[in-house]
């Protein structure tokens, strides 16, 4: 049994907070009657309803891990019409994407309607480890790619990469870079290497967790496993 605004919280509906103020208004109801008390305690088989809709329960979660093109941006609506990264995937569930992949970055996208993963895989203190190749202006001096190994100060916050490597180095020209972080800040790659004087020309995330893109080509989806989604589920720390 669980508290029925931590149920909703956790259904990736809203905040803990704002469910509080939607319960207090009369406005959820579980197995068919308004509930507004705080403290109810509500368990897997009850039907929660808020503002009209139904909860997802346990088994109408989904996953689904994405190959973002570029052009594409995360989230489940744009105001401007663009192309979304929910719209690429074929199903009749509200998901969302679990953090972003900037507009021109490519790559690996976890999407779902499962709001406890999301918190889980979005809470700092699990440290998700995500792999990106980053093409960037210029070539790294040994002095910029040792301070990028001993950790940088991004907006007041150091970040200490996991793993750094130059995969390639065309003199005066590019060079493409392996980095993994633990981070999940926006942009944050790309204020990385500003940092060091060098925009980022094209960026890809290959990695998040434990989970690659294998063959999966651009727009291309697939479902994650049952085993893939517990072992997602045991990085909660
Ligand atoms: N860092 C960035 O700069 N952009 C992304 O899309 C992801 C990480």
């Known amino acids: 049994m669980e508290r029925l605004q931590k149920v909703i919280a956790n259904s990736g509906y809203t905040s803990r907070r704002h469910a509080e103020i939607l319960i207090k208004e009369g406005k959820v109801k579980v197995n068919g009657k308004i509930v507004?008390?705080?403290?109810?305690?509500?368990?897997?088989?009850?039907?929660?309803?808020?503002?009209?809709?139904?909860?997802?329960?346990?088994?109408?979660?989904?996953?689904?891990?994405?190959?973002?093109p570029r052009e594409v941006i995360s989230s489940a609506s744009d105001k401007k019409g663009r192309k979304t990264v929910v719209s690429l995937i074929n199903t009749d569930k509200r998901i969302y994407p679990i953090g972003r992949l900037d507009y021109d970055t490519t790559g690996l996208l976890l999407l779902t309607n499962d709001g406890e993963l999301t918190?889980?895989?979005?809470h700092p203190k699990n440290e998700v480890p995500k792999t990106y190749v980053a093409k960037i202006e210029g070539n790294l001096s040994p002095k910029?790619?040792?301070?990028?190994?001993k950790g940088l100060i991004i907006e007041n916050r150091k970040v200490i990469p996991n793993y750094v490597k130059v995969r390639k180095s065309i003199q005066?020209?590019?060079?493409?870079?392996?980095?993994?972080?633990?981070?999940?800040?926006?942009?944050?790659?790309?204020?990385?290497?500003?940092?060091?004087?060098?925009?980022?020309?094209?960026?890809?995330?290959?990695s998040y967790a434990f989970l690659t893109l294998d063959n999966l080509k651009s727009g291309e989806y697939r479902e994650l496993s049952i085993k893939e989604v517990k072992k997602l589920y045991s990085l909660h720390k």
């Open 119 to 122: 918190n889980i895989l979005m």
């Open 144 to 149: 910029e790619f040792y301070s990028l190994k």
């Open 36 to 68: 507004k008390e705080l403290g109810t305690k509500v368990n897997i088989n009850d039907e929660i309803e808020v503002e009209g809709n139904s909860l997802a329960k346990k088994e109408d979660k989904v996953y689904f891990l994405l190959n973002k």
């Open 172 to 206: 005066d020209k590019y060079d493409i870079v392996e980095i993994t972080i633990v981070e999940g800040r926006n942009h944050i790659i790309k204020k990385i290497f500003e940092s060091l004087h060098h925009s980022v020309i094209k960026l890809k995330r290959q």
